[in-house]
């Protein structure tokens, strides 16, 4: 990451007061951290007569939407929406990742003489931005939204506070991963004491899904394999396959979540075939292994432990094996590596 970029919450927080016209975006297939973020910090700068909006590449996905009010959230439409973009003063994205997945965005932000800024917590490698407010230590770019509030003196109410808390929710796996920290139950407390209900959220997010989704979820996991000595579990799908079974591509990725409940299990590698050369790798690590020096090699990014990539033109299945290979070397038992040490002569 280019580190001459880097700035802290002051600097970002100076970047929204000296900007009018601001538009706000997060990547493809929008997560609850990364709408959450552009919908609390919206609200708020709407409140003091800011003109900010949202436009994101994809639509709120349905149990999202929940979260969102009319108006609040445009989806960008080829021909339509580009005067947008080329007329905003800045563009912020959010928890973005990689350029890349602006998706259709891309192009028509790269070419706006807009400032750019983003607010992120991945590790990515990133030219497209004048101004980087990133923290990899963060557990979500909802707890750097919560300082940017902060220091712009926001006051958190349940507008604001509601989206904050799916987006913690999200990117703690409910509190579970290793980027829980006391900082995020003393926020996920806050959130509480603006009226957020936990229950609610839960039902919203995990209780709604339509009965093709569950069942897809049970093929695909059924579809799990178990390679080198039971400690890569790894799942090849096609987004045909989705689509024959009533799904989509977030669906693949769900599954992702089950690779590391495998006992004895230390990576999972999800391949998912989107077009005859272009596929999407999403790599899980339970803690040993650095995955996302992997995915960095093939021009991705995210965290050690959960990193992604997309690699285009080539065979997915040429891809596949040698990701797998990669995989492999890093789940080697210790004697593989004495091996190649020099002998005493
Ligand atoms: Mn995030």
New binding site residues.
């Given amino acids: 990451m280019s580190t001459d970029r880097l700035v802290g919450v002051d600097q970002f927080v100076g970047f929204l007061k000296s900007h009018e016209k601001i538009l706000f975006t997060t990547h493809m297939t929008p997560?609850g951290?990364?709408l959450g973020s552009e919908l609390a910090l919206m609200r708020h700068l709407r409140s003091t007569g800011k003109d900010v909006r949202i436009l994101n590449c994809s639509g709120v996905p349905a149990d999202l939407r929940f979260l969102t009010r009319t108006g609040e959230v445009t989806t960008f439409q080829k021909g339509k929406h580009e005067e947008l973009i080329a007329e905003a003063d800045a563009i912020v994205a959010f928890?973005l990742g990689g350029a890349g997945r602006l998706g259709r965005m891309e192009g028509p932000v790269r070419s706006s003489g807009a400032a750019k800024a983003l607010l992120d917590?991945?590790i990515f490698d990133n030219d497209l931005f004048d101004l980087l407010y990133v923290d990899t230590h963060a557990s979500?770019?909802a707890e750097l939204t919560h300082r940017v509030l902060l220091a712009l003196g926001a006051r958190l109410t349940l507008d604001l506070a509601e989206p904050l808390y799916v987006?913690l929710v999200q990117?703690t796996g409910s509190f579970n991963y290793n980027s829980t920290s006391p900082l995020t139950h003393r926020l996920a407390a806050e959130y509480m004491e603006a009226g957020v209900n936990p229950y609610r959220i839960w039902k919203k997010l995990h209780c709604q899904k339509p009965f093709d989704r569950v069942r897809l979820m049970g093929l695909n996991i059924s579809r799990i394999q178990l390679t080198h000595g039971a400690k890569i579990a790894s799942l090849q799908v096609s987004l045909d396959f989705l689509k024959e079974h009533g799904g989509e591509v977030r669906d693949a990725f769900e599954v992702v979540n089950h690779f590391l409940s495998i006992r004895g299990v230390e990576i999972g590698c999800l391949a998912l075939q989107i077009g005859s050369e272009r596929t999407k790798f999403s790599l899980r690590s339970a803690g040993r292994h650095d995955v996302h020096a992997i995915a960095r090699e093939y021009g991705g990014g995210g965290h050690r432990f959960a990193a992604g990539f997309t690699v285009d033109g080539r065979a997915s299945s040429e891809v596949y094996e040698e990701v797998m290979e990669r995989l492999g070397r890093l789940v080697a038992p210790d004697e593989d590596v004495e091996e190649t040490q020099p002998t005493r002569s």
Avoid: E, R, V, Y
């Fill in positions: 997560d951290d990364g928890d917590h991945h979500s770019s987006g990117d």
